[in-house]
């Protein structure tokens, strides 16, 4: 009987098949996320801008996070929150590395929060993709820093009493070379923000607004994966060159998706070996 090859996808050599299927939820919008950020992390190792044995994945805790533990790369699950400082003493340890953080909004915004803003403030060289699903989803759907004002979730009975924290205009306002936002209803839009990303230095910040279907769109009467997926989509809107102001993401005016900030600021890297 003749063996059946290992590879049966274009995309299987870049995840560890032997840890799949993943823990996700039927429907669950990571996978559409991490298969675009998988066409431009292949894109740019053939292109030869990544070095495949020297790209190191660090997540926290969380759904999104694990991401890192499925992909066929160095990889670190490390503490909630911590992924950003993890990944930061990689670098400083071994400036050849190519480092991308993955995280949901609880694990990077919240309890990490404090991380993100010093990475932005640094431009540390590393790739930080934050996947917004509106609430803490691993744990069952408490209320998270992105959660929509009055939204009910497990912890919010009566209505979340908190504005969201738009964190495209907190890591503008500070150092970061490159800051975007995609939803997973525009994978093309993911794999071309990452794919430019992975060409570029100093900090890197990507938002991937998904979908939670089984702990967040159940809870705000969206009945299944499909119908939580269109209804995310009609609120997405794509902007060229969109203005910080325009950063909206609010689940009753609409989200704004684009590249928010692109420019070459001296990295951290840069400024540590006294390049520039
Ligand atoms: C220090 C610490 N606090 C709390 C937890 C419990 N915990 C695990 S995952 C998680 C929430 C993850 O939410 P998010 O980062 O938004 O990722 P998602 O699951 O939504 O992708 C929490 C609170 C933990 N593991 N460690
Ligand atoms: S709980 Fe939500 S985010 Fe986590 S795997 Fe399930 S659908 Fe996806």
Redesign the pocket.
């Given at each position: 009987m003749a063996v059946a090859p290992r590879y049966m996808h274009p995309l299987d050599r870049h995840l560890r098949l032997e840890r799949i299927p993943t823990l996700y939820c039927p429907g669950c919008g990571?996978g559409i996320g991490l298969g675009a950020m998988l066409r431009a992390l292949d894109k740019r190792i053939k292109e030869g801008v990544v070095k495949e044995d020297k790209v190191v994945w660090v997540g926290?805790?969380?759904?999104?996070?694990r991401m890192a533990f499925y992909v066929n790369y160095d990889s670190a699950h490390v503490?909630?929150?911590r992924a950003i400082p993890f990944a930061i003493g990689a670098k400083l340890a071994n400036p050849e590395l190519t480092l991308i953080v993955v995280?949901?909004?609880?694990?990077?915004a919240?309890?990490g929060g404090n991380h993100i803003l010093h990475a932005a403030k640094r431009n540390i060289d590393l790739v930080t993709v934050m996947?917004t699903?509106f609430?803490?989803?691993?744990?069952g759907g408490?209320v998270?820093p992105t959660t929509p004002l009055r939204v009910k979730t497990t912890t919010t009975p009566h209505g979340n009493p908190e504005p969201p924290l738009n964190i495209i205009k907190v890591v503008a306002s500070l150092n970061a070379n490159y800051v975007a936002r995609a939803s997973i209803t525009t994978p093309h839009y993911i794999e071309q923000f990452f794919y430019r990303a992975l060409g570029m230095k100093g900090f890197r910040f990507l938002e991937v607004v998904s979908t939670?279907p089984e702990v967040y769109g159940r809870h705000i009467g969206l009945r299944d994966p499909v119908e939580m997926y269109n209804e995310l989509r009609k609120r997405v809107k794509y902007k060229p060159n969109p203005t910080i102001d325009e950063a909206i993401i609010d689940w009753d005016k609409g989200i704004v998706i684009g590249e928010f900030i692109v420019r070459d600021n001296p990295s951290y890297m840069d400024l540590v070996r006294g390049l520039k």
């Open positions: 990571l926290g805790i969380g759904c999104s996070a503490l909630h929150g995280g949901g909004d609880g694990d990077i919240g309890i996947f699903n609430v803490y989803a691993m744990t408490q998270a939670c």
